[in-house]
């Protein structure tokens, strides 16, 4: 399969991903196509806004008997759910103990970190029998639960949006939207055995930077990663190679430097 | 600011009459998606009451856009869950939450219509027509598309694909702005 028809094949998929017709494991393969084309974007949107106009025509007329005995049922449901939310904060007022939040804070963090892995280590461009294979084999991370299909979907909704701010490097983009911050690159140069790439930050007015994620690119030399959540105070962010494990300080030359103005 | 997303505001500040009001509007399709994709009545009855408790109980989750887009993607989610529910059913994967900052914007899904929507459809060859129909309201893979209709699986993505794309272009021609 040569680049075109590869591509073309791709541009497929994303039409039945825009319709809900592709099974997960070439849904996580097509998602990181989209972030990292733009054309693939625009036409996912295009499509998309065709496929939920689709409903539309499911729109049924449903008899006043119907329809009356449904809202009765429904308003009771509220009434219902009001009375208990209001009993359930009285309960909890200043009783929650701190360690609870941040235990749940852990959580969501582990779970933003396996879509992540997920996004970064499908090919695009190579084998795609390959690469879906591989995605195959992270269907259960993704499976986990809502929590993390909507952690992936923010991820792309993030990175195709109109109103988020592309920084170009010489390997990709750094994307910012809202508070969230990625890399999406796709000319990484191999890593050395036992090396990996590490993300830095520096915020606003310090005069060092910090260290940020860690993370492998596929072979194809692609990478989707979540690195901040806290763009708006940064200035800058760096890559740079790393030994596994990551770094205190950057330790060699940056393979980018982006100030974020 | 559009007259749904004010409603959807008042919904947060849990005003009942703001929720009976979006409960009138969107009803029809919720229930209707539903039946459409299971078939029974009763069971559309369920899934609408779900949609909609899921309007009250977590209004955040609806963060801007087109309100019926994102209704109807939780109804058609609810329904996919039914049909995976009752039996060994490929597990498709479809976009809950992506914004329509596209083309066919916002303002123009909100003015679409049943007739409208049904109308161009029936204008896609028929060879397009059903794959999309039964992809989107079957619940089914594309490679279960191919399947049952003993069409090549290259053959069914070629036309979901040019399907999409004529009705996505007819649907935005001459909508009233």
Redesign the interface.
Known sequence: MNDATSREHMMELVALYALGVLPREEAALVTAFIANDSAAAEEYRALRAGADALAFSAEEPVDSGRSARMKERLLARVAHEAAARGTTARRRGGTTPGWLLGTGLAAAAALVFSVVTVVQDVSLRGDLAQAQQRAASLTAQLAEGERVGQHDRQMVTDLVASDARRYDVAQGAVVVRGDRLYFALSKLPGLPKGKVYQAWIMPKGAKAVQPSVTFVPNADGIAVVAVSSDAAKLGAVALSVEPEGGSKAPTSRPTFVRPLS | MDPVVRLMERVRA?D?AA??SL??SY???V???S???LGD?MVA?DI??TV??KV??SPEAFRGG?F??WV??V??NRALDVLRSRGAR????????????????DEV?ER???E???D??SSLPAEQRAP??M???GG????E?ARQTGTPLGTV??R??AG??T??NR?GEGVPK
């Open positions: 849990r009942v929720f009976e409960y009138d009803h029809r399709l229930f209707g998606i039946l459409r994709m009545p009855e609408t009451q909609f408790m009250w109980t087109s019926v887009a109807s993607r109804a058609r490929p597990e498709s994967e479809f976009p809950a939450d992506l914004p329509l900052d596209g083309a066919l914007d899904l679409l219509d049943a409208r929507v049904r161009a459809l999309i129909e992809g989107f309201f089914v893979t594309h490679q598309i993505k070629t979901i694909r999409l794309r009705l996505r649907l």
